[in-house]
């Protein structure tokens, strides 16, 4: 779990060779494990374990590598809304929806005007099984 900073005022400063994977940040969500996870615009996303960030783009998995929201479901599920789709991460691999019509993602513009509420619960409803392709 990360700890707060110290009393003492002390702060610590991340460049991008140390840091997180870009400078800018599109949404911050906690996992399970107390690690905080940064989206970015462009360059996918950062786990931050409290002393050293990790970093994972389409290389590691994620079906895109601009991210602009992360939310965690009911079973330690992170959910990743892309400018290609939505994928879930599982603590090890990344997974794609795949929507009834084929092997395509869920576009973006069926992920954005959703409100994080809204997403919340749709996100409830596909990790339950009841979207076809998320198993």
Not at 90 to 95: I, L, N
Not at 120 to 134: D, H, K, M, Q, Y
Request: net charge negative; aromatic share 10%.
């Amino acid at each position: 779990m990360i700890q707060s900073l110290n009393r003492t005022g002390t702060w610590q400063t991340y460049s991008m060779a140390d840091g997180p994977a870009g400078l800018h940040i599109e949404h911050i969500a906690e996992d399970s494990e107390g690690c905080l996870w940064f989206a970015t615009r462009d360059n996918g996303v950062s786990r931050f374990d409290g002393d050293m960030f990790e970093s994972f783009t389409r290389q590691d998995g994620l079906i895109h590598d601009s991210v602009y929201f992360v939310s965690k479901d009911s079973r330690d599920r992170l959910w990743f809304g892309t400018l290609n789709g939505v994928c879930w991460y599982d603590g090890s691999d990344f997974h794609h929806i795949r929507t009834v019509m084929g092997s395509a993602s869920l576009p973006l513009p069926m992920v954005c005007p959703i409100r994080q509420s809204e997403l919340c619960s749709r996100i409830a409803s596909i990790s339950s099984g009841s979207l076809p392709g998320t198993a």
